[in-house]
């Protein structure tokens, strides 16, 4: 079983840049895939990268491809979300989660969620 806890939300401004930390309790967090996720008001959530167990892989979906990049640390178990050139539309409570299945895309796939935290950008 694995808990994770999201952390370094904020306010910003457009262009500016946020990093994002899941730290994950439990021996096994090296064992799965997490994911990135996002969910603003009245919408559903949304896929926004996913990283392999061993941090070789990554995917994007094009909406965040080439301003946000994913990494983990599975010594420090860490999964961090570097976000740069924010957009008002990058607004959104953001989640981690953690699966051994795919397709990692899907929401339903995934077993373990955090308690999200929320990223405001301003105009």
């Known amino acids: 079983q694995v808990q994770l806890v999201e952390s370094g939300g904020g306010l910003v401004q457009a262009g500016d840049s946020l990093r994002l930390s899941c730290a994950a309790s439990?021996?096994?967090?090296?064992?799965?895939?997490i994911g990135w996720f996002r969910q603003a008001p009245g919408k559903e959530r949304e896929f926004v990268v996913v990283i392999s167990e061993s941090g070789g892989s990554t995917y994007y979906s094009d909406s965040v491809k080439g301003r946000f990049a994913i990494s983990r640390d599975n010594a420090k178990n860490t999964v961090y979300l570097q976000m740069n050139s924010l957009r008002p539309e990058d607004t959104a409570v953001y989640y981690c989660?953690?699966?051994?299945?795919?397709?990692?895309?899907?929401?339903?796939?995934?077993?373990?969620w955090g308690q999200g935290t929320q990223v405001t950008v301003s105009s």
């Open positions: 439990g021996r096994s967090f090296k064992n799965y895939v």
């Open positions: 989660a953690a699966t051994n299945r795919g397709p990692y895309t899907d929401t339903i796939n995934y077993d373990y």
